[in-house]
C-alpha cells in the first residue's frame, strides 16, 4: 500500500546523521517533513551550543557525503519518475551523530522517545502531522546486552504500535555470530545484508537475532 505516486500519510523516523540541506537537490526530491538536532540540543561540550532542533547534517555537502542523506533520500525518494522510486512515504530525519563520529545512546535513546511521542530530556515530542510509524536506525555496537534503559524504552514505542529496525551491524569479519544492540534486544527488527549472489555479506553481522537480509553495498 505504500507504492504509488500519491505519499502516504506515514512517517519514518531515521536516527542518523541528520537530513540534507533545505534546498538542495536530495532534499527537494524527497519527502522530508520535520526533524530534530539531538546533538546540538542536549549535549553541553563538544559539538554541543544549546537548542537546535534544526536536522540539517553539517557534513552533507562534503567530500564524504552523508550518510543520513543517504539513508533517508533512499526511503523518502518522490515517485516523480526523474530519479529513483522511493516509498511513497515521508522520513522524519532525527540527527543523533555529531561531527566527530559516533552517537551516544542517552541521545539515540531521547531520538526515540521524541520520535514516539514519549517524554524524554528535551521536554519536547514529535509534533508533526504525518505520524511517525518506524523508527530506523542503521547504527549500534557489538558485545554486551541489551542494557535496561534501552529495552525499556524500545518496549514502550512497542507497545504504541511503532516498528522499530536496526542495522544487525558491520563487523561480520571481526565478530562473527556476535550480537549487536540495539539490533538484538527484543521487539527490534535486525536487518542483515546479502551480496549480489544472496550470500551473507563479508561485513554483515549475523546471528540468531537477525530476522531479515537486504542488499547491501557488496559489489562483487
Not at 566527530?100 to 521524541?114: P, Q
Not at 528535551?122 to 546486552?145: A, D, E, K
Request: hydrophobic fraction near 35%; aromatic fraction near 8%; charged fraction near 10%.
Amino acid at each position: 500500500n505504500t507504492i504509488g505516486s500519491d505519499v502516504q500519510n506515514v512517517a519514518v523516523a531515521v536516527l542518523d546523521t541528520g537530513s540534507p540541506s533545505i534546498g538542495s537537490t536530495a532534499y527537494s526530491t524527497s519527502n522530508f517533513v520535520e526533524g530534530y538536532d539531538f546533538v546540538n540540543s542536549t549535549r553541553v561540550s563538544g559539538d554541543g551550543d544549546g537548542i537546535d532542533p534544526d536536522p540539517t547534517d553539517p557534513d552533507a555537502a562534503g567530500a564524504a557525503g552523508s550518510h543520513g542523506t543517504h539513508v533517508g533520500t533512499t526511503i523518502a525518494a518522490k515517485n516523480d519518475g526523474n530519479n529513483i522510486n522511493g516509498f511513497s512515504i515521508y522520513v522524519s530525519p532525527m540527527r543523533v551523530f555529531g561531527t566527530s563520529g559516533g552517537a551516544l545512546d542517552s541521545e539515540v535513546i531521547t531520538a526515540m522517545l521524541y520520535s514516539a511521542g514519549l517524554g524524554n530530556s528535551t521536554g519536547l515530542i514529535y509534533s508533526g502531522n504525518v505520524p511517525i510509524r518506524v523508527i530506523n536506525m542503521s547504527l549500534g555496537s557489538i558485545g554486551g546486552t541489551c542494557g535496561t534503559n534501552w529495552q525499556n524504552a524500545i518496549n514502550d514505542i512497542y507497545d504504541r504500535g511503532i516498528s522499530i529496525v536496526s542495522s544487525s551491524g558491520n563487523e561480520g569479519l571481526e565478530f562473527p555470530g556476535a550480537y549487536g544492540y540495539p539490533a538484538s534486544c527484543s521487539n527490534v527488527v535486525s536487518v542483515g545484508a546479502v551480496d549480489p549472489a544472496g550470500n551473507i555479506a563479508y561485513y554483515s553481522t549475523h546471528n540468531d537475532a537477525v530476522d531479515i537480509a537486504a542488499p547491501g553495498g557488496t559489489v562483487g
